[in-house]
């Protein structure tokens, strides 16, 4: 598979060109559909099974999400990327001051906030980890790499469980596992990705540990040397911080089945589940060509998870 084919498959961070923001103002809500259907097809699956008026709040938080995301990758140089994130810090402002700048994702999130209460606190702390991630996308330890999950996937599932209303203890401390699972997830699936682009994902104490040259990794990919161990250690990671987000909800009276209210919200755990189980059957091979294409069954897989009420 060719270097430039990579850059091409959607990985955890996408390479894109958004269409022009004023382009989409006119209908703030369907740009950010559009924009999570092409860019995160796993979040684009849940969407529907949130209630009908408080989709285009999802799709807005996703839409957000994505384009912060994609920030790094997307700019040619880092003042072009600290200018976006301030540009987005003045806009969560905005929009708690009822002043939206006119970009279709702050309008579509303005509208959210008129029907559901999303703290700026979290936008602002999935704003700061981004711009942090621009000065250095690697890690040195595991508790860097968590700390990061839990401020921007985690914090994207507390708002979202807050656009629901829901406020329990239990499920919210199952959501910032779910996020930290679904953060290394999305790394793993996306190193072959970084590693073209000459980043290392898998935090510096894990590719010590098995000895991992990062140019190695860069120049042959699966054939560096304990490359496979150290996926493995982190995807086990992943695998754990899924579990425990399972195992909160056979505890407090839940019986093991999420509640129906917030069961959209836990959907997020059906793609982290199904790349982890992917790698396994790959041998924990990032780089092999099956992880490199959809699921076609991703979809059915989401639709039964949302009805047993399990992830």
């Not at 190695?216 to 040397?225: E, I, L, T």
Request: proline share 5%.
């Amino acid at each position: 598979m060719t270097t430039r084919h990579l850059q091409k498959v959607a990985f955890g961070r996408r390479v894109y060109s958004t269409t022009r923001p004023a382009a989409g103002a006119e209908n703030p809500a369907q740009y950010c559909l559009d924009l999570v259907r092409k860019h995160d097809y796993e979040s684009y699956l849940a969407g529907p099974f949130y209630p009908a008026e408080l989709r285009t709040g999802y799709y807005a938080l996703k839409a957000f999400s994505v384009e912060l995301a994609t920030v790094q990758d997307s700019v040619s140089n880092p003042m072009i990327g600290q200018m976006r994130m301030q540009f987005w810090r003045d806009a969560v402002k905005g929009i708690a001051d009822d002043r939206p700048p006119r970009h279709p994702i702050a309008l579509a999130l303005h509208a959210a906030t008129q029907k559901s209460r999303l703290p700026s606190y979290h936008l602002k702390r999935i704003i700061d980890a981004r711009d942090a991630e621009m000065q250095s996308s690697s890690h040195l330890t595991t508790d860097s790499l968590m700390t990061h999950a839990e401020s921007t996937s985690s914090s994207l599932l507390y708002l979202l469980l807050s656009m629901l209303s829901v406020s329990d203890s239990t499920v919210s401390h199952a959501a910032s596992h779910l996020g930290i699972a679904q953060t290394l997830t999305t790394l793993l699936r996306a190193l072959p990705y970084h590693a073209i682009n000459g980043r290392m994902v898998v935090p510096a104490e894990i590719t010590a540990k098995h000895g991992v040259v990062q140019e190695d990794v860069f120049r042959k990919g699966s054939g560096a040397r304990g490359i496979d161990e150290a996926v493995f250690e982190l995807a086990t990671l992943a695998n754990d911080h899924l579990n425990t987000a399972r195992s909160m909800f056979k505890e407090g009276g839940f019986e093991g089945k999420v509640p129906p209210t917030v069961m959209p919200v836990f959907l997020a755990g059906v793609p982290v589940a199904n790349i982890l189980g992917r790698l396994e059957k790959a041998n924990f091979d990032v780089f092999a060509p099956s992880l490199q294409v959809r699921d076609w069954l991703l979809p059915w897989h989401v639709w039964k998870s949302y009805y047993v009420r399990m992830f």
